[in-house]
């Protein structure tokens, strides 16, 4: 195809898409898996149907994700497209931490608690669309189940299986801690705290109220509207469906969360908690109740004053732990 054609079909086509640096950089990591030697597809056709992709997701949402909350987007899929890590993994057993500088965002992927030596630190790094990753035990030998001194998806699977049908995870959590301990690093054991951490909790108290005040007078879109924004954005980033939308609650009330705040930067942000349970039968006493996929809490981050969504973040619930 000329490049006078290409204009011209993007020019009769697309007219009405507003270009900004989120499609910019979702094209170039089209652009960048085009690069690799799988199939031989031309780097215009591939700019086609990302804009076209663009052009439709872009109209059907009506939403904003800020450059962190989609390069986590593709941070997540990297995850799975590379180590096998799925969302479902992701929202049980690990934090994750980002980074970000001019041209850049690194995410760090730590497992949580006890399981932090066993599943290691992910670190996936999104610059210019593209997405690179590596692994704390790449190149470990992951076989034998539990008895590994490296844990990747198989041992997992194995938990997430466990956590759908009971609430205990002794069964991996005393083998995580044998293996740490073995290597040392044990995860520390914290007693009272000591009058200088209560000083210093009370003063980030202090700042939180603070924050919260702040974020909540630079406000120019109701609670209803960003939880709105939030549903959609939800299901955008996750691949939720209208049903599973309309299924989430959002009651917006527990006395300890803080949903208004300050976001790095000084962004004042609304964090919305959507809760979504699939369960149609009543669960047999004394079992969990039944694990649907997608099921979990989602948080999203809606930018207060301009409706942006900062950041997304899911927990599956299933990552039972003390």
Request: net charge negative; proline share 1%.
């Amino acid at each position: 195809m000329k490049n006078n054609d290409f204009q011209e079909l993007v020019d009769q086509n697309l007219s009405g898409l507003v270009w900004d640096e989120r499609k910019r950089r979702i094209v170039l990591h089209a652009v960048s898996e085009e690069e690799k030697p799988v199939k031989k597809i031309s780097t215009t056709f591939v700019l086609i149907a990302a804009i076209v992709c663009l052009s439709v997701t872009a109209l059907a949402a009506g939403i904003v994700l800020s450059r962190k909350a989609d390069d986590s987007v593709l941070a997540d899929r990297e995850m799975e497209k590379k180590y096998g890590v799925t969302m479902t993994m992701l929202g049980s057993y690990f934090s994750r931490e980002d980074e970000q500088t001019a041209d850049a965002t690194v995410f760090r992927y730590q497992g949580i608690e006890d399981l932090n030596y066993v599943l290691g630190e992910y670190t996936v790094t999104v610059k210019d669309g593209k997405v690179t990753a590596e692994w704390s035990h790449d190149g470990e030998d992951t076989s034998g189940g539990f008895e590994a001194e490296a844990w990747g998806t198989e041992q997992m699977q194995a938990m997430l299986e466990s956590d759908k049908a009971k609430d205990s995870a002794d069964d991996y959590y005393v083998k995580a801690k044998e293996i740490a301990k073995r290597h040392g690093a044990e995860r520390e054991r914290t007693g009272s705290l000591s009058e200088e951490q209560l000083a210093e909790m009370d003063a980030l108290e202090t700042s939180r109220k603070a924050d919260e005040k702040q974020a909540r007078v630079a406000a120019k879109l109701s609670e209803n509207e960003m939880i709105a924004l939030a549903r959609r954005a939800a299901m955008e980033v996750y691949g939720l469906t209208e049903e599973q939308a309309a299924r989430m609650t959002c009651p917006q009330n527990v006395e300890e969360y803080e949903y208004y705040r300050m976001e790095e930067g000084n962004v004042p942000v609304y964090d919305v908690w959507l809760y979504l349970s699939q369960e149609t039968e009543e669960a047999v006493a004394g079992t969990r109740p039944v694990f649907v996929e997608k099921d979990g809490i989602y948080i999203i981050t809606v930018n207060t004053e301009s409706g942006v969504i900062e950041a997304t973040l899911y927990d599956s619930g299933l990552g039972a732990n003390e």
